[in-house]
């Protein structure tokens, strides 16, 4: 299978490199990236991990058509407030009947619906488990392993920011100390406000509940209050309690629908939510018939991203055989 990618950031040259590293298993090529800063590279044959970048092509479109592939891999950076260019680059894929792979949530949490119901229309895959838990399997348990379960609701601490954040004021450090040394594991949205204001936890919200439930919600309609107000006195204060803060994401089915919320809450240290420390993350999914399960993922980083990516693309691969059947 040929690939586009549309961004190349670290997540995109992890992907690259273990795509070369299972090539002969699963062979994949890459025959064009496109990113705004470094330009634009195609070569049918294939692309090197660091590939001779040309002028940027004028539009995903033009890229697109140039790079000959089979699916598009998006990979840009998360907008949390529109999930603009992704979703139009999306788009310009499922029009030339690409199949669609992507780590970014914005398009899960702003159109969801719309991409499905488009894919579907073009006959083509639309897969993003990458997308909120940095590749831990969660969109494909439900989709491969969970019949006839019915979600009534998930909790979870999403957001490692907020917990570097949180974890170094506890430790007598700054709230500014603390986002530095989330940029510095290279884990921050936009610098950090989209993190600390709750809006990387809203997407990721979104983009579960919009997938698992049919929310067919945004960030914008969920209730959100970030950590940005506490302080490193308050942090130490609720640390001698035996207690520790997390912003954590809360959904549940409601008579009136699906109701989304983000919170920055003070749990007990013994808490479940609370145990996922620093980069790591966890998930708990409320359901009808198996109670309460749940996903952590241990300290990701980029490879655990592109492996989710991969994962996509080898059912992506699977969707493609079976379509030229």
Same mark, same amino acid.
């Given at each position: ?5 549309? =961004? ?5 040259? !992890? ?13 994949? #090529? ?5 990113? %705004?800063?470094? /330009? ?5 044959? /294939? ?12 539009? &995903? ?9 089979? &699916? ?41 619906? &719309? ?64 986002? !530095?040394?989330?940029?510095? %594991? ?20 979104? !983009?579960?509940?919009?997938? #698992? ?14 950590? =940005? ?12 309690? =035996? ?32 145990? !996922?420390? /620093?980069?790591?993350?966890?998930? %708990? ?30 059912? #992506? ?7 030229? #059947?």
């Amino acid at each position: 299978m040929k690939l586009a990618l549309i =961004g190349y950031g670290h997540a995109g040259r !992890a992907l690259a490199r273990l795509l070369r590293r299972k090539r002969r298993e699963f062979p994949f #090529l890459i025959t064009g990236i496109h990113t %705004l800063r470094h /330009g634009t590279a195609i070569d049918a044959r /294939g692309l090197p991990e660091d590939p001779p970048f040309g002028p940027r092509a004028a539009s &995903a479109g033009e890229f697109l058509d140039a790079a000959g592939a089979d &699916a598009a891999v998006e990979l840009t950076t998360l907008e949390p407030y529109t999930g603009e260019p992704a979703i139009s680059h999306i788009r310009a894929a499922f029009a030339r009947r690409m199949h669609v792979a992507t780590a970014n949530k914005g398009p899960i949490a702003h159109a969801f619906a &719309a991409l499905r119901a488009e894919a579907a229309g073009a006959g083509v895959g639309f897969r993003f488990e990458s997308s909120v838990m940095d590749g831990a399997p969660v969109f494909n348990v439900w989709r491969h392993g969970l019949p006839g379960l019915k979600l009534l609701g998930f909790t979870g601490a999403l957001n490692s920011t907020s917990k570097v954040v949180v974890e170094t004021m506890e430790r007598g450090g700054s709230f500014e100390d603390g986002l !530095a040394a989330a940029r510095t %594991l290279g884990i921050t949205e936009a610098g950090g406000a989209y993190d600390i204001e709750g809006w990387d936890s809203a997407a990721k919200i979104c !983009a579960l509940a919009n997938v #698992l439930m049919d929310a067919r919600a945004t960030p914008q309609q969920v209730s959100t209050r970030g950590i =940005g107000r506490l302080t490193p006195e308050r942090s130490a204060e609720i640390a001698r309690q =035996g207690k520790t803060v997390r912003l954590i994401a809360r959904a549940r089915r409601a008579p009136a629908g699906v109701s989304l919320r983000v919170r920055a809450e003070v749990l007990d240290r013994r808490d479940i939510l609370a145990c !996922a420390p /620093g980069t790591s993350n966890i998930i %708990l999914f409320h359901t009808d018939l198996m109670g309460t399960f749940g996903t952590v993922s241990i300290d990701p980083g980029v490879e655990q991203t592109a492996y989710g990516v991969f994962s996509d693309l080898v059912e #992506l691969a699977g969707h493609s055989a079976t379509r030229t #059947l």
